[in-house]
């Protein structure tokens, strides 16, 4: 099975940059994505990386190396909105459009003024 | 653009009862995946609806159970619920062959 890692919790200031990193086993893999997750709501989509780099996205970046199974997000200019949960998460196999994500248990953000 | 929306938004049940836990897709999805979030976790994939058949299934047993409807919408059923049931059931929808995943709100089931 999979095995995504990413730390329990960071906290950081407003205004600054944080970078929150996620590792998974390479084996079979085919995709990352990320998803942001206030409490008790759901998770909303943050970006989708197939291939090696970095993609931008306003305040947020996703990086990926598929050699390293190695992933991270780039939060900059955090806001007090940005406190929330982000979940990374792996999709495997072939057969696009029929492929689960598995997740990894999130890292806890905590924005502090 | 309706989003992806569940039913009930909360449930509370007994032990050995059981239950059944509702979705729509977002517009023009075909795709329906349902995961199962305990406190402090990750999502775990439950299963995966498409064309109205049961197309993936996770790690769970045979008393959860699901359904796709000709319009796409989907039902979760739990028998025989365990306290360790309790948790936050997310319905995801997705249009093939697309992977993205969009998410509902989820229903939050508490098994006393």
């Known amino acids: 099975g999979q095995n995504i890692d990413q730390p329990t919790e960071m906290t950081a200031t407003e205004g600054a940059i944080v970078q929150i990193n996620c590792t998974y086993q390479?084996?079979?893999?085919?995709?990352l994505f990320w998803y942001q997750q206030h409490a008790g709501e759901a998770p909303t989509f943050l970006s989708y990386?197939?291939?090696?780099g970095l993609e931008e996205k306003g305040r947020f970046s996703s990086f990926l190396s598929r050699s390293k199974g190695y992933s991270y997000l780039l939060l900059k200019e955090l806001q007090m909105k940005d406190s929330a949960s982000y979940l990374c998460a792996v999709i495997m196999g072939r057969d696009t459009g029929r492929r689960a994500l598995t997740f990894g248990s999130g890292t806890r953000l905590q924005v502090q003024p | 653009d309706a989003g992806v929306t569940q039913s009930p938004t909360h449930l509370i049940k007994t032990r050995g009862q059981q239950v059944t836990l509702r979705c729509s897709p977002k517009?023009?999805?075909?795709?329906v995946s349902w995961y199962q979030q305990a406190l402090g976790q990750g999502p775990q994939f439950i299963f995966q609806?498409?064309?109205?058949?049961?197309?993936q299934r996770g790690n769970f047993p045979d008393r959860f159970s699901g359904h796709q409807f000709p319009n796409y919408s989907s039902e979760l059923n739990v028998n025989a619920l365990l306290l360790g049931d309790s948790a936050l059931y997310l319905c995801?929808?997705?249009?093939?062959?697309?992977?993205?995943?969009?998410f509902g709100p989820g229903t939050r089931l508490t098994v006393l």
């Open positions: 390479t084996s079979g893999f085919n995709g």
């Open positions: 990386n197939v291939l090696d």
């Open positions: 517009s023009g999805h075909d795709t």
């Open positions: 609806y498409y064309e109205e058949e049961e197309r």
């Open positions: 995801a929808s997705s249009l093939a062959p697309a992977d993205t995943q969009y």
